[in-house]
């Protein structure tokens, strides 16, 4: 599986940005497809993660704010972030897992993308 993310970019403070994500493959649906951010100096930490179904966990930073959406006709997932504060300024992963349920671990993920730089200015 190889996955695309893109979308990132620069924001001021309570604006939005929509990352996308794009995967190769015919089992796409089958996948759990997670957000993960990695900022200059910490360690990645999980957004979000949504399951075949469409069901939804996410970090509690990003809770209220930020929604994962799938479209497994198009192999596509899709992060809509809104209210973003200078503290959600970090590269953001695509990742996906062959698990049967949703995990916040980064090590329960099989496959990631090369990442989407998101800065938000204060």
């Known amino acids: 599986v190889q996955l695309q993310a893109s979308g990132g970019g620069l924001v001021q403070a309570g604006g939005s940005l929509r990352l996308s994500c794009a995967a190769s493959?015919?089992?796409?649906?089958?996948?759990?497809m997670g957000w993960f951010r990695q900022a200059p100096g910490k360690e990645r930490e999980f957004v979000g993660s949504?399951?075949?179904?469409?069901?939804?966990l996410y970090a509690d930073s990003v809770k209220g704010r930020f929604t994962i959406s799938r479209n497994n006709a198009k192999n596509t997932v899709h992060l809509q972030m809104n209210g973003l504060k200078p503290e959600d300024t970090a590269v953001y992963y695509c990742?996906?897992?062959?698990?049967?349920?949703?995990?916040?671990?980064?090590?329960?993920?099989?496959?990631w993308g090369q990442g989407t730089l998101v800065t938000v200015s204060s």
């Open positions: 990742a996906a897992s062959l698990a049967r349920s949703i995990y916040n671990d980064p090590g329960m993920y099989n496959y």
């Open positions: 493959g015919s089992t796409f649906g089958t996948y759990v």
């Open positions: 949504i399951l075949w179904n469409a069901a939804t």
